[in-house]
């Protein structure tokens, strides 16, 4: 009996075996494929979003400069172009102004140094170069000195008449180096205010985009707003260095004219010396 129920029972392991392992075995196969299909794809994702990570949306500023050129008004453009001829006349004033007063500092130097060791004042003229500040007034004097005569002039002493010769030839002179100050002074005056119309009319543009759409958007006002403020900064970066520039060169030429009245005092000592003038 016992042998009986012992060999039933090994017959249900059996059987129970048998028909366990084909369903596991079906279960584990899926559940391996599906492992491999992950592992296989994440590489794949990885190398897809390396390169976007670091990729950002570019996006243009529709209220900068580029734009208000684009679909600005004909009176802002206008101001814009304004500014611009001020701050290219202002700055090419001041380089070559810059320049003038260098060279006629270093021609003062030059003469300081060689023009009155000279053995005759005409010698003096000669060795200057053409068109030179001093060249003009040496020339002026000595012209005046040698030619004091007329009926108109006779009252008048030759000191005097010599004088009068050289204070005309240093004021031509001092015109002549102060020629463009002007334009830089009106540029630093009056450019702000240029500026502030552009700010005003952009104002004005936001407050008409504001009636028509009949409500305060930012996108009505951000426009002209910005049209504003950026011709408020132009009026600016144009009036500094104007001004800057002014009195730079204000100080620059009172040094250097001090320098042209020294040599032309000079040049009226030796003159009324009685020094003998060579023809030339």
């Known amino acids: 009996?016992?042998?009986?129920?012992?060999?039933?029972?090994?017959?249900?392991?059996?059987?129970?075996?048998?028909?366990?392992?084909?369903?596991?075995?079906?279960?584990?196969?899926?559940?391996?494929?599906?492992?491999?299909?992950?592992?296989?794809?994440?590489?794949?994702?990885?190398?897809?979003?390396?390169?976007?990570?670091?990729?950002k949306e570019h996006m243009d500023n529709p209220y900068g400069l580029q734009a208000m050129l684009a679909?600005?008004?004909?009176?802002?453009?206008?101001?814009?172009?304004?500014?611009?001829?001020?701050?290219?006349?202002?700055?090419?004033?001041?380089?070559?102004?810059?320049?003038?007063?260098?060279?006629?500092?270093?021609?003062?130097q030059d003469v300081r140094a060689t023009f009155f060791k000279k053995a005759t004042l005409a010698d003096g003229v000669k060795g200057l170069s053409e068109g030179s500040a001093f060249r003009y007034i040496a020339g002026s004097a000595i012209e005046a000195s040698e030619h004091h005569e007329g009926a108109l002039t006779e009252n008048i002493d030759r000191?005097?008449?010599?004088?009068?010769?050289?204070?005309?030839?240093?004021?031509?002179?001092?015109?002549?180096?102060?020629?463009?100050?002007?334009?830089?002074?009106?540029?630093?005056?009056?450019?702000?205010?240029?500026?502030?119309?552009?700010t005003v009319w952009g104002i004005l543009q936001a407050l008409t985009a504001i009636g028509v759409a009949g409500q305060a958007s930012i996108d009505k006002v951000a426009g002209p707003v910005g049209e504003a403020l950026i011709m408020t900064a132009i009026g600016l970066a144009v009036a500094v260095p104007a001004v800057l520039g002014y009195n730079w060169l204000v100080n620059r030429n009172k040094a250097v004219m001090t320098q042209v009245r020294n040599f032309a005092g000079d040049l009226h000592g030796v003159l009324m010396g009685n020094r003998q003038v060579s023809k030339r």
């Open 1 to 55: 009996m016992f042998s009986r129920i012992s060999g039933l029972v090994a017959a249900v392991a059996i059987a129970a075996t048998i028909g366990f392992s084909p369903v596991h075995a079906q279960e584990s196969k899926p559940a391996d494929a599906a492992s491999a299909v992950v592992e296989a794809a994440a590489p794949a994702a990885a190398d897809a979003a390396a390169p976007a990570a670091p990729a």
């Open 71 to 108: 679909h600005g008004d004909m009176v802002s453009k206008g101001v814009l172009a304004l500014l611009l001829i001020m701050s290219m006349g202002s700055w090419y004033i001041l380089i070559t102004k810059l320049w003038d007063t260098h060279k006629l500092s270093k021609e003062a």
């Open 159 to 198: 000191s005097t008449w010599v004088t009068m010769n050289i204070d005309r030839s240093v004021s031509d002179v001092q015109a002549r180096v102060q020629t463009g100050l002007g334009f830089l002074a009106t540029v630093g005056s009056t450019s702000p205010f240029i500026g502030l119309f552009g």
